[in-house]
């Protein structure tokens, strides 16, 4: 059972990525799925959240109109576009299970993956 995030890289202000996040072991649809993201310096937040029924999703107000989750069950992958980079979106991004109220972590899944680097330059 893992995740494996994947997709991060150094981009400039402005610019675009899509992160994956390939499930194994389990099905992701069967849990509320999201991104977190941990800057140095900072605590682990959530960015955003998709229901398992994939019709609900949620994010934090710093990337509302910018970033997009989505889920593609037959691959069983999680994805994050983040389009509009900004330096201030420089971290770690993560997948995990989460609430999609809150975008806290979910302990119905506690799993977490390695992790990927973006780092948004000005």
């Known amino acids: 059972v893992q995740l494996v995030e994947s997709g991060g890289g150094l981009v400039q202000a402005g610019g675009s990525l899509r992160l994956s996040c390939a499930a194994s072991?389990?099905?992701?649809?069967?849990?509320?799925m999201g991104w977190f993201r941990q800057a140095p310096g900072k605590e682990r937040e959530g960015v955003s959240c998709m229901s398992s029924s994939g019709l609900t999703t949620n994010y934090v107000d710093s990337v509302k109109g910018r970033f997009t989750i989505s889920r593609d069950n037959a691959k069983n992958t999680l994805y994050l576009q983040m389009n509009s980079l900004k330096p201030e979106d420089t971290a770690v991004y993560y997948c995990?299970?989460?609430?999609?109220?809150?975008?806290?972590?979910?302990?119905?899944?506690?799993?977490w993956g390695q992790g990927t680097l973006v780092t948004v330059s000005s």
């Open positions: 995990s299970a989460c609430f999609i109220g809150t975008l806290a972590p979910s302990s119905y899944l506690d799993l």
């Open positions: 072991g389990f099905t992701l649809d069967k849990y509320a």
